[in-house]
């Protein structure tokens, strides 16, 4: 009978052992579900994609230098029984980027009785077709592509940027999920601490009222639970606040805060922690090197600034711009048909403007201020470079560091409990006092709030390590 009894207490605990083992996974808050929420929802997140986009609307802005511009205009005056003038002047202007050049197709009808002979023309108008040419100054590069490029080059700036907010947003949230992390089973820890405290206190006070413990036992025991008690209330405002904490980055897809359930949990506490292995620094600082945000952001502003400076160099040519164009008589009004116009050699316009300062000293101080800005730059390369490599190296040692640590505490823990269990043995025996069982276990918990610290710790060096190279992966 008593064997069928502690059979059916066997199944009914592990019945109530797998049920709770259910409910904490389904309850269990991983930091991968935080990830899928907060690359989703989180507002700072969508704000860090604007920056891309701003970029790609400012080059859009600079291709507007390159649109065709069509522009037309009419005059006509008449006073009494004369037509004093009557004007159209139409052009289409093409930019053009090869050369810098402009390609222009224009119409002009100007007559009338006091019309400026210069610019008369037949009644049937003057077309003409023809190209703007610069052959020193801007024929390289010139302020409208000056300006594209730049603002190409920005787009790879603002994505460097875009990725730098990302990383340090990530970074921040699971700096405070380790942190809810840590303050959650250090609560579990010492909530069981306390029904440890309690259970014994309240055996050791019958005891003593049967006489058989002396009563200051049941003294020692109550200043214990009172102790835990103490640290009991600490980490319960500590876990609501981890967990409000955490909460600030909650977002549903409506844009609207979310709270982190009370019943949410963290995953169980890691038995081992792996050794970071060397390949991981090398890697980390080769992609460090070549595509951390800041260095990438570095290394566009220095494209910027080369093309400036070619920029600059190209406005120490003079200006030498060349115009032409060839004139034709419209001979008919049926539409823009191209055997209606008569183009030739015989009939053009040129034009040569040339000019040149004497000093260049305006055109020369720009292009010294972007060489010292060349040069400003790659010493902060430079400096950028190392102090990046020396951080992603040192958090390395840090993490290695965690590791060798976890590892002596996971057997000092183990240790820790052998003599909780050898000196709970002599207390049975009449050997000890309770107040090296409490010494005891109140030095077990505390090594175990510390194994939770340092794994805390780990994962939050870990972020560190990943954040520091310039990645979140």
């Avoid at 030095?443 to 805390?456: C, G, Q, V, Y």
């Amino acid at each position: 009978m008593k064997q069928l009894l502690l059979a059916i207490c066997c199944l009914f605990f592990l019945r109530n052992a797998h049920a709770q083992a259910v409910a904490d996974t389904a309850n269990t808050f991983l930091l991968g579900d935080l990830q899928e929420i907060v690359f989703q929802n989180h507002p700072i997140i969508k704000q860090a994609a604007l920056l891309s986009e701003s970029a790609r609307a400012n080059v859009m802005q600079s291709l507007g230098y390159f649109d065709p511009l069509l522009k037309a205009g009419f005059n006509r005056k008449v006073f009494g029984e004369s037509e004093y003038y009557n004007r159209w002047d139409s052009e289409l202007k093409i930019p053009l980027w090869l050369a810098g050049a402009d390609l222009k197709i224009g119409y002009d009808r100007n007559v009338g009785d006091y019309t400026n002979p210069e610019t008369r023309t037949s009644r049937a108008g003057l077309a003409g077709i023809g190209i703007n040419i610069p052959l020193g100054q801007g024929f390289l590069i010139d302020a409208r592509r000056n300006t594209l490029r730049q603002a190409k080059i920005m787009v790879n700036y603002a994505e460097a940027e875009r990725v730098k907010q990302i990383n340090a947003l990530w970074f921040e949230i699971v700096q405070d999920y380790w942190d809810w992390y840590e303050t959650y089973h250090q609560f579990r820890l010492i909530s069981e601490g306390v029904d440890l405290a309690q259970t014994r206190f309240r055996a050791i006070s019958r005891q003593s009222a049967l006489g058989d413990k002396a009563t200051i036992d049941s003294v020692e025991a109550a200043i214990t639970v009172q102790d835990r008690l103490i640290q009991f209330e600490k980490l319960k405002i500590d876990l609501m606040n981890a967990r409000l904490t955490l909460s600030n980055h909650l977002w549903n897809k409506e844009a609207q805060p979310l709270e982190l359930p009370e019943n949410a949990r963290p995953p169980q506490v890691a038995q081992l922690i792996l050794k970071p292995e060397k390949q991981l620094l090398d890697s980390l600082l080769g992609f460090a090197l070549q595509e951390h945000p800041e260095l990438v952001k570095l290394r566009a502003k220095g494209e910027q600034l080369a093309i400036e400076r070619s920029y600059r160099a190209e406005m120490l040519k003079p200006k030498i711009n060349i115009a032409g164009s060839l004139l034709s008589s419209r001979t008919s009004f049926s539409g823009f048909v191209p055997d209606r116009y008569d183009f030739n050699t015989g009939n053009y316009k040129v034009g040569l403007e040339f000019a040149f300062p004497l000093f260049l000293r305006s055109e020369r101080g720009k292009l010294r201020e972007v060489k010292i800005k060349q040069l400003e730059l790659q010493y902060d390369l430079q400096q950028s470079g190392r102090e990046i490599r020396n951080t992603v190296v040192a958090s390395y040692n840090k993490l290695d560091t965690y590791s060798e640590q976890l590892g002596i505490q996971v057997k000092s823990i183990a240790n820790q409990e052998v003599l909780l269990q050898g000196e709970s043995s002599k207390f049975e025996l009449g050997e000890s006092t309770l107040f090296l069982i409490n010494a005891r276990e109140t030095k077990l918990i505390d090594m175990k709030i510390k194994r939770i610290e340092m794994i805390a710790g780990y994962q939050q060096t870990l972020a560190e390590l990943y954040y520091k190279a310039g990645t979140r992966r």
